[in-house]
């Protein structure tokens, strides 16, 4: 069954400390995206990344980077440069080709301890 | 860059219709439409391309006014399974990789 899978569903991070979520697909999509949600907000865009090795910073980049080294993953790590990290996090992905349709994963939540 | 969505919340009975809009202040080459239950991942509805074409999926529709930077979605007929909160999404012109820029979402409740 192909689709994407996040992991974990919660996350708990400390002071000081660096986190790293997880995200596969298996659709075999070019493009990847990460997204923060916060109540009321909708989603905003954090990266993308259309071919492996090459990752673009959406509009809320700051305090977070990626990685793109095989095409069905793209992890995000949450640095300690990101303050207000607690935000369910929402990693998509899309064919290329044309306008098509994103697929999401079931997201990360991820609180301050 | 972000939609601006209207209403923000909505309360419909079961069997009443309703309509969302997102209107945007640049051009747009596409509208996508999501659906989204609390804590779940949102769920694709449809795509409009520019061109003022409208799309239909069961009771859910939508249409895409190219010159008013614009899309509406209609529920007709709305059931309980409607509710959660709906996304557009919209593709600029300038937009590369296909990202997209979502609306801050419409609640919708459909009560018995």
């Known amino acids: 069954d192909g689709g994407i899978t996040q992991s974990p569903k919660y996350l708990f991070r400390k002071e000081g400390q660096n986190v790293t979520l997880s995200c596969e697909q298996n659709?075999?999509?070019?493009?990847m995206y990460w997204y923060r949600q916060d109540p009321g907000q909708g989603l905003r865009l954090i990266y993308y990344s259309q071919i492996v090795n090459d990752f673009q910073k959406g509009d809320i980049a700051e305090g977070y980077s990626v990685s793109r080294e095989k095409k069905e993953s793209f992890p995000l790590t949450v640095t300690s440069a990101q303050k207000n990290p607690t935000a369910f996090y929402l990693c998509?992905?899309?064919?290329?080709?044309?306008?098509?349709?994103?697929?999401f994963g079931d997201g990360t939540r991820l609180s301050i301890l | 860059q972000q939609p601006v969505q209207s209403p923000q919340a909505v309360i419909l009975r079961e069997g009443e219709d309703a309509v969302i809009n997102c209107s945007s202040s640049k051009a747009l080459y596409s509208v996508h439409w999501y659906r989204q239950k609390h804590g779940e991942a949102p769920v694709f509805l449809m795509i409009l391309l520019k061109g003022g074409e409208q799309k239909g999926h069961e009771k859910i529709s939508a249409s895409f006014n190219e010159k008013k930077q614009q899309s509406s979605l209609y529920l007709t007929a709305s059931q309980l399974s409607y509710s959660g909160t709906y996304f557009c999404g919209t593709e600029t012109n300038s937009n590369s990789g296909y990202a997209l820029n979502f609306g801050k979402g419409t609640s919708l409740l459909v009560t018995p």
């Open positions: 998509a992905s899309t064919g290329t080709g044309g306008t098509q349709p994103q697929h």
């Open positions: 659709l075999n999509h070019d493009a």
